[in-house]
Structures are given as structure tokens and as C-alpha cells.
């Protein structure tokens, strides 16, 4: 029996984790000069990069000719002004849902106040050192350092913190710090690109990317059609092209995808199988809420879709439609690079047209960020409760509006929800440097969160799909 893609890409997942085990507990011997962690990460997880290199190649020029293909074939710019309006409301719409069940969650389960209490105060002082340090408001307006009954606790100084976390800090905060320079509405004037070339190489922001294939498409459906349509049918058969691509690059994904698991393992826990195990279980309180609120988006999706859908996609047809897509985003952790997947998962298999997809989910790449949002959301109040740090309801509501907002335009790439915690945790006046407590524990969660960003936009997609059918 011939199995299916996406059962083959799961047994590579699962033989990667497996082979990253076993080569851990070969420890410190050597192999042409190397340990085997390290040759994993030198002879196998490189293939495992050049498998997400070969998506982020194929993902950019596939987001500028599939939104242009879209547009030209939506063929009315007040039909095109309908699709773009619902696209975004409902974007902005299941984030703020996914924000609300994330504080509800870590409101609810309180994972930061399952920490010693000893350490929590000990966390406390800390905080109140660094503020005063700083020149930054206490978040609860609390003063633990002049209380009496705390005056026997040592402050703990950081330790077990990788450069590699601490670089993540340093660079997080310089982007904020020149954001806030810059003013709230800096965004909008980042969307616009003053050099489309310099956008496509990928170092600038994916939104300019989208900005100039919907101007561009949307002025093609303004001038002559005679004139319009050979530039239509190259920019048809360049998307054709790219398409064509997936197909080729994902036969060979279970393989890929095996690489990457194995190399980024054995990169994460190197020769240490216990610190292995404890790079899953450590933090477990805080990753088992994380996972619970991602577990209930990935429940609700499919009853969003039945409910617009008026029952002809069931919960089953969806999500089984958009397996392949969901196994391509746990491996690689990047929904720009799942992006060709995904359409040809919601084309093919959930009959969304090509004229909704092609707009519908190149824009979801970069502005939904469901699974993200979710995840600051409980991460920043963790961080708060570990640190015996009392949020208001405003404070609250700040993170959400934050965590809302600033998932717009935040690269589809691993680990980005790290970059946007630091602006929310700025937001409530805590310190961004917490980060790097919850970062060993990242690119798990982190693989987990694009699988429901993907999700969501798989579901959006059908969901503009169904609402147009109507018209």
C-alpha cells in the first residue's frame, strides 16, 4: 500500500526526534573530528535548512504573482474591496479570539504562581532592582524591597541563559526601542516600499511585498483589458511555474523534514540526553497551557467553517484537507514557508477558488498570527506571576491590544513571536530581558503556534470562500 505525503512527512518527524535521541547518548565520541550531536547538526540538519531555504525561495515570488494573479482574476475592484474587507475582519477577528482564550487560559490555571514561593519574591526583587535601575514604573505599583517581611530574601542573579537568548534580547529591544522612536503610525509608512526589488530579497517587510502585488493588481484591472491581458497570462504562468515547484520540492519533504527535526534536536541538547528530556518537560506547567490554548483554536476553526459554511465543510473534510499543511508547518515553523502548501491543500482539497486563495492566504501569512498572539498572550502573564507581578485588567487588556497589533507585519519566520513579546512586555513596563527564561523551550511551542496559524488561515480562506458563493 502506497502511503500518502503526509503520513510519510509524520514517520520523518517522529524517526528525526528518535535518531537525535539515540545519537545523544553516543556522548563525546568522535567521528572525523566531531562529536555526534555535532555531526548531526554538520552532515544531516543542513539538509533539513536547505529543505526551508527551497520554501522561502519558492514562498516570496509565489506571495507577489499569486496576490496579482488573484486580483486580476477577482476582475472588480468593488468585489476586490469586499473580499479585502472580509479577509481582514475576520483576521483580526479570530486573533483577538485567540488573545481572549489565551488570558482566560493563564488567568484561570495561574502557571506562574506554581513556582516556589521563595523563588517568586526572590523574582520579585529582581524586577523592582531592575525598574529602579532603569528608570521604569513597577508594573503593580508595589515595593516588595521596602517591606519588612521580604527583607531576608537574596536577590538571584540570571544564570543558565544562552548567548544565543541573550542576543535575541539585545536585538529585540533595539528594534522596539527604534519603534517607539519612530511613532504609532511608523507601520504605515513601512508598508509602503520605495524599492520593490529591495523587498523581494526578503530584508524587508513582507507587507510591502502584499502592498505593491494588490496596487499593482488592482491598477491592471484599471487600465485597457486588451493591454492587461498578456501581463496577466506571464504573471499566470510564472504562479504556475512556482506551483509546480511545491510539487517537486515536497517529494522529497519526508526526508527533509527528518533532517531538520534531528539537526535542530541535537543543536537545542547537545550529548546530554537528560538535558534532552528536560527540554520537554522543563517549564511544563507554562508549555501545558500554551499547548491547551492552541489545542482549542485548532478545535475551533473547523466550527467557524461549519457554521459560515451552513454544514456542507464538516470539521473532519477540513482538517483532514489541510493535514499535509499542518505537518509542513510543525516541521519548519514558518507559515510564509508553509504558504505553498497551504494553497494547494485549500484548493484542492476544501474547493476554495484560486481567485480567493491566491489573495486570501498570501496576506494571512503576515498578518494572521492566531497562534502567536495566544501564546504572548500566555507567556507575558506567566513571566508576570513568576515574577509575583499583579496585572490589572487594563494591564490586560494593553497585552491583548498589543499582542493584536503587533502580530500585523511580524515575519512568518521561526521564532518571531519572540521579537513581538518584547514590545508587549515594554508595553506593561516589565522587563524584556525575561525572555530568555521561556526561550529553551521556544521552537517547540513555536512549531506548535504555526500549526495554528496555518489553520487559521486555511479556515479564513474558506470561510471568504463561502461568504462569496453567496454573492
Known amino acids: 500500500m502506497k502511503l500518502a505525503l503526509h503520513w510519510k512527512i509524520i514517520i520523518g518527524l517522529v524517526l528525526g526526534v528518535l535518531f537525535a535521541l539515540l545519537t545523544s547518548k553516543l556522548g563525546q565520541e568522535q567521528v572525523w573530528g566531531l562529536n555526534w550531536s555535532q555531526l548531526v547538526v554538520h552532515w544531516v540538519g543542513v539538509f533539513g535548512t536547505i529543505f526551508i531555504n527551497l520554501l522561502k525561495l519558492i514562498a516570496i515570488p509565489l506571495i507577489l504573482f499569486s496576490i496579482i494573479k488573484g486580483v486580476a482574476e477577482i476582475s472588480d475592484i468593488k468585489r476586490l474591496g469586499r473580499i479585502g474587507f472580509k479577509t481582514l475582519g475576520l483576521y483580526l477577528g479570530t486573533t483577538f479570539l485567540a488573545v481572549t482564550i489565551g488570558l482566560f487560559i493563564v488567568n484561570t490555571f495561574k502557571p506562574g504562581e506554581s513556582m516556589h514561593e521563595n523563588l517568586r519574591v526572590s523574582n520579585r526583587l529582581q524586577y523592582e532592582q531592575w525598574a529602579a535601575e532603569n528608570g521604569v514604573n513597577v508594573a503593580d505599583g508595589k515595593n516588595f524591597s521596602n517591606d519588612p517581611k521580604y527583607s531576608g530574601f537574596a536577590v538571584q542573579e540570571a544564570n543558565g541563559v544562552s548567548q544565543k537568548a541573550l542576543d535575541k534580547v539585545n536585538n529585540g529591544t533595539e528594534n522596539s526601542a527604534k519603534r517607539k522612536e519612530q511613532g504609532p503610525l511608523q507601520i504605515l509608512v513601512d508598508i509602503v516600499p520605495s524599492n520593490i ?55 522529497g519533504a519526508p526526508f527533509f523534514v527528518f533532517c531538520l527535526l534531528a539537526g535542530k534536536i541535537s543543536e537545542m541538547a547537545p550529548n546530554d540526553p537528560a538535558k534532552m528530556m528536560d527540554l520537554f518537560a522543563g517549564l511544563g506547567t507554562y508549555s501545558f497551557n500554551v499547548v491547551l490554548g492552541l489545542f482549542l483554536m485548532i478545535i475551533i476553526y473547523p466550527f467557524l467553517v461549519l457554521l459560515f459554511t451552513k454544514g456542507k465543510v464538516d470539521p473532519i473534510t477540513f482538517l483532514r484537507g489541510i493535514f499535509k499543511a499542518q505537518t509542513v508547518a510543525f516541521s519548519t515553523s514558518s507559515s510564509a514557508a508553509t504558504l505553498p502548501v497551504t494553497m494547494d491543500c485549500v484548493h484542492d482539497n476544501l ?9 486570501v492566504l498570501p496576506i494571512g501569512a503576515t498578518v494572521n498570527m492566531d497562534g502567536t498572539s495566544l501564546y504572548i498572550s500566555i507567556a507575558v502573564v506567566f513571566l508576570a506571576q513568576m515574577h509575583y ?23 512568518a519566520v521561526p521564532s518571531a513571536g519572540l521579537i513581538m513579546m518584547i514590545l508587549v512586555l515594554q508595553a506593561v513596563d516589565l522587563n524584556p530581558a525575561w525572555i530568555a527564561i521561556i526561550f529553551p523551550v521556544d521552537r517547540i ?3 506548535c503556534r504555526t500549526v495554528v496559524n496555518v489553520t487559521g488561515d486555511a479556515s479564513v480562506a474558506r470561510i471568504v470562500a463561502s461568504l462569496e458563493e453567496k454573492k
Not at 197 to 224: C, H, P, R, S
Open 197 to 251: 526589488f529591495y523587498a523581494l530579497t526578503g530584508k524587508g517587510f513582507m507587507l510591502q511585498i502584499i502592498f505593491f502585488a494588490l496596487f499593482f493588481g488592482a491598477v491592471l484591472l484599471m487600465i485597457d483589458p486588451v493591454k492587461a491581458e498578456p501581463i496577466i497570462k506571464l504573471f499566470d504562468g510564472f504562479n504556475d511555474i512556482f506551483l509546480k515547484m511545491i510539487d517537486v520540492v515536497m517529494k
Open 351 to 359: 474547493n476554495v477558488p484560486k481567485e480567493v486563495s491566491s489573495f
Open 389 to 411: 507581578v499583579d496585572l490589572s485588567m487594563t494591564q490586560l487588556m494593553v497585552i491583548g491590544a498589543t499582542a493584536t497589533v503587533a502580530s500585523i507585519g511580524a515575519s
Open 445 to 447: 511551542l513555536d512549531m
